[in-house]
């Protein structure tokens, strides 16, 4: 059951415009927090690409009276635009002029990720009561909408962009996704981010124990997510796993998780922020790997603003390890070869927090972007690691001098 707290429809903002020489205006929604559009037109399937391209760039939004599998090819036609856009030649460097370094090319493409976002969300869809789409061929969205909403008790109005999102992610929550290190599925919910890339799940299926885990068979997963690192943990033969996370999505997906997967008499999920109260042998965490401001839901598990999470984890731990445990720390160093981190700031943290490196178990990312010889940080992508940095108190901490 998905035990999300969501804004009660009379909170919500209101978008209006004029149709047929009369005001009108029904509730907003929008999950990235985008204020609505201020100006409005309503248009249906006379409206040419190129004319939607303008009008989006030029910042009107386009309400949709016309078909609605229309209404999808026209925003693959305005995102062909922007990829041609992008793809025109820009001026040439001058003879000698410095590559451009790859932290401002990191934060072009982010704009232009933004930019490209906000245009195609210009294209709105209207709803009725509970979810129900009132144009011609509209698919049945009531359950994939209920999952991320809950239910409307009024008309809304939406973007196209943000709706096929949903549609996407409630097939994918539906079929899951198979993790060989779990010798089962993960099904994500929307707005919690999917276990596609499973180098780092089996960073941790294959990481040697703790030895304190003889003792006290007991570990944390710090940010679950899905719950996929605290069901990878249970399965290793973990007695107790405490899987935590502040995100009210995140702790209903991962709790139907460990249902599906029945370990429940191994795991829990609580909310909290960052650690559960107590110490364990073995404490996880996968952070967001890059640090900067995520814009969407999605984004909070690619972005830490200002590596809260990150080094949250890191100043607490040694207040959550027992004697001799570890706390296993999975990060990409994407963020290095990009230069929004360095290595020596992030070995300065740890060290700053009593704490010491054990070892590391390093993996090259399989995912097609590493691949991709035209992202414009295919070098970044190319030379990126995921490791697990297996963290234990220094000695003076364990010994009570510090």
């Not at 919910?189 to 990481?207: I, K, M, N, Q």
Request: a neutral charge; hydrophobic letters at 45%; aromatic letters at 6%.
């Amino acid at each position: 059951m998905d035990t999300t707290r969501r804004k009660p429809d009379t909170a919500r903002p209101l978008i209006s415009w004029t149709e047929e020489g009369a005001s009108r205006s029904a509730l907003w929604r929008s999950e990235a927090g985008l204020a609505p559009p201020a100006r409005v037109q309503v248009v249906d399937d006379t409206l040419t690409a190129d004319a939607a391209y303008r009008l989006a760039c030029g910042g009107t939004a386009l309400l949709w009276r016309g078909d609605f599998q229309n209404a999808r090819q026209l925003l693959q036609a305005m995102a062909r635009r922007i990829e041609s856009h992008a793809r025109r030649p820009h001026k040439a460097k001058a003879p000698g002029e410095a590559p451009r370094p790859m932290a401002e090319a990191f934060h072009l493409q982010r704009m232009a990720q933004a930019q490209r976002a906000r245009t195609l969300g210009m294209l709105l869809i209207p709803c009725l009561a509970e979810h129900e789409i009132a144009l011609r061929r509209a698919p049945d969205v009531q359950a994939a909408c209920t999952e991320a909403y809950g239910r409307a008790d009024a008309p809304y109005v939406t973007s196209l962009r943000e709706l096929l999102g949903l549609i996407g992610a409630h097939e994918w929550r539906k079929k899951g996704v198979a993790l060989a290190a779990l010798e089962g599925r993960i099904h994500p919910h929307y707005g919690v981010f999917s276990p596609v890339r499973g180098e780092y799940v089996t960073l941790v299926a294959d990481a040697p124990l703790p030895a304190g885990l003889a003792a006290s068979s007991l570990a944390f997963d710090i940010g679950t997510g899905t719950g996929v690192l605290a069901a990878v943990l249970a399965r290793r033969g973990i007695a107790r796993v405490v899987a935590t996370d502040q995100d009210a999505r995140a702790i209903a997906c991962a709790g139907e998780n460990i249902d599906r997967l029945g370990l429940n008499g191994q795991v829990s999920v609580v909310a909290a922020d960052l650690f559960p109260p107590g110490r364990a042998p073995l404490v996880v965490c996968n952070p967001p790997w890059l640090p900067g401001r995520p814009s969407s839901p999605l984004d909070a598990a690619i972005y830490d603003l200002d590596s809260r999470m990150l080094f949250g984890y890191i100043d607490g731990l040694a207040a959550h390890l027992d004697a001799g445990g570890e706390g296993w720390l999975i990060l990409s160093d994407l963020a290095e070869h990009l230069g929004l981190r360095s290595r020596d700031e992030l070995l300065a943290r740890i060290a700053a927090a009593g704490l010491v490196v054990l070892g590391r178990l390093d993996t090259r990312p399989t995912h097609p972007r590493a691949f991709d010889r035209s992202d414009a940080l295919h070098a970044a992508r190319a030379a990126e690691v995921t490791s697990l940095w297996r963290l234990g108190s220094a000695p003076e901490k364990r010994d009570g001098l510090v």
